[in-house]
């Protein structure tokens, strides 16, 4: 069974503080995709990333990067000179190809980590 | 806009009643999901539709049945509600070439009293 782990409940920081937020997955699949998204106050779920399992290559998106380590089965997000809008929920999600290949399987999330970002 | 559309948005129930909750997506996507949110639990899986006239449990499916009309409509129904069904359910739908993946609806808050 698939597993995910974001083993920081809450994390509280000053404003341009950088901030890393931990993933670590599950899984006996050789193909996945890993996942971040972010929840902000208003509820929606708005997707950061998508990362396949044979690209280890860390990514960088502004203020934002990601850490892909298949070898500790990390995927960890870091946040550069936070802002305060950078408050939310972050969850890592985890998933395998569904069969057929037309579309994802299940997705996986984590407990999810609630970052407060303080002016 | 294309995307995944949830109604309702918000819903109080008494204990007993029954609802269906209504999702369609206009993005010819295979596959939708219904997911339920409860603090610190993150997303859990309650069904899934990998194809049109297919569904399967996933992780919490107790109390819940779910039913694939179509290729865009999966709608997901409470027969006898309970409190514990308070929560906040997100729809989804995913294409595997699609730059994002999963497309979410904005989300259902039911209460249930």
């Known amino acids: 069974a698939q597993k995910v782990t974001q083993a920081q409940t809450e994390i509280s920081v000053v404003e341009k503080e950088d901030v890393t937020l931990d993933c670590v997955y599950e899984t006996r699949d050789t193909t996945y995709y890993l996942f971040w998204y972010k929840q902000p106050p208003s509820g929606e779920l708005v997707f950061l990333i998508r990362?396949?399992?044979?690209?280890?290559q860390n990514e960088i998106s502004g203020r934002y990067s990601w850490n892909f380590q298949k070898s500790t089965s990390s995927f960890n997000f870091t946040i550069t000179a936070s802002q305060v809008v950078d408050s939310a929920v972050y969850f890592c999600?985890?998933?395998?190809?569904?069969?057929?290949?037309?579309?994802?399987?299940?997705?996986?999330f984590g407990q999810g980590t609630i970052l407060t970002v303080h002016p | 806009n294309a995307g995944v559309t949830q109604t309702p948005k918000f819903q109080v129930l008494k204990t007993g009643q029954s609802m269906t909750l209504q999702c369609a997506q206009d993005m010819n996507h295979n596959s939708m999901y219904w997911y339920r949110q409860d603090p610190g639990m993150g997303l859990r899986l309650i069904y899934y539709?990998?194809?049109?006239?297919?569904?399967d449990k996933g992780e919490v499916p107790n109390g819940y049945n779910v039913s694939r009309l179509n290729k865009r409509e999966f709608s997901l129904r409470l027969e006898s509600a309970a409190p514990s069904q308070t929560s906040v359910y997100f729809c989804?739908?995913?294409?595997?070439?699609?730059?994002?993946?999963?497309?979410f609806g904005s989300g259902t808050r039911l209460t249930v009293v």
């Open positions: 989804a739908s995913s294409f595997l070439q699609g730059s994002e993946g999963y497309t």
């Open positions: 539709s990998a194809s049109e006239g297919t569904t």
């Open positions: 999600a985890l998933s395998d190809p569904n069969a057929g290949g037309t579309s994802y399987g299940k997705l996986t």
């Open positions: 990362r396949n399992s044979f690209d280890e």
